[in-house]
């Protein structure tokens, strides 16, 4: 059965959740658009190319936003990620940029720590996870003033009451559009749309990272399950959307 089947169901309030959206992406590219005739917007969208990812691509393009899209390749991603990334680059009326991991940076933590350096302890794998995703994620950011992402609150415990505007980093504004929707509000968008998605989410893969960090779960695992499933509970991120609320290091998924 295809994720769309299992999980298209929307919410009542789904009108009046996506007209939020919607408001919000527009008064992102206005607040945010080029300083100048030559200048680059300052907001930019941070796509894992998850099933709430490409929802908020498929908004900016129907909506002819001027809001750049990047995608961190960690040099970790599954075959079927790179190849949504690539039909995405060719699809995409806004630009998609790649930022990737400093090679050399990756195959001195592999000769240091091994290749299987993650499964050792939370730090090593959060070594990895500054390598591959935040330092990349600094050069993406790098001259923005604001990023739109795909939080939502139904996700996990500690993005339970993530604001539609985030104002905590004083570097830059965080917006989260799909704060408020359910997961079943993004498969029925999705399916409403014909939006391409990643075909791992068809075998219970809610949640996408790199292919050695990432499972599928079972019915009845917390969404975020799959994710770094050898830690305890309370470490399912990354760095890239960790915040003082979370309780974890500071840094930035």
């Excluded at 292919?211 to 305890?232: H, K, N, Q, V, Y």
Aim: proline content about 6%.
């Amino acid at each position: 059965m295809r994720a769309i089947d299992r999980h298209a169901r929307t919410s009542s309030d789904f009108d009046a959740k996506l007209a939020q959206t919607e408001t919000l992406l527009r008064r992102a590219a206005s607040d945010y658009a080029p300083t100048g005739s030559a200048g680059d917007p300052k907001v930019t969208q941070a796509s894992s190319l998850g099933a709430e990812d490409v929802v908020i691509t498929y908004l900016i393009n129907s909506m002819a936003l001027d809001i750049p899209i990047f995608v961190l390749d960690t040099g970790a991603l599954h075959a079927q990620t790179l190849q949504l990334l690539e039909h995405t680059q060719q699809q995409s009326r806004a630009p998609v940029e790649v930022f990737k991991p400093r090679a050399d940076s990756v195959q001195q933590f592999l000769a240091r720590e091994g290749p299987d350096a993650i499964f050792k302890s939370v730090a090593q794998r959060m070594a990895c996870c500054q390598i591959r995703k935040t330092e990349p994620l600094a050069r993406a950011l790098h001259g923005k003033t604001a990023w739109i992402t795909g939080l939502r609150r139904e996700q996990s415990g500690t993005r339970a009451e993530v604001p539609l505007i985030d104002t905590t980093d004083p570097a830059r504004v965080k917006i989260n559009p799909l704060a408020y929707w359910t997961w079943g509000d993004v498969w029925h968008f999705i399916a409403t749309h014909r939006v391409p998605y990643n075909p791992l989410h068809d075998e219970f893969y809610p949640s996408i990272g790199c292919a050695p960090c990432t499972r599928a779960i079972s019915l009845g695992e917390d969404f975020r399950a799959g994710r770094w499933w050898w830690e305890d509970d309370t470490a399912k991120e990354c760095g890239l959307h960790v915040s003082a609320s979370m309780n974890l290091a500071t840094s930035h998924e």
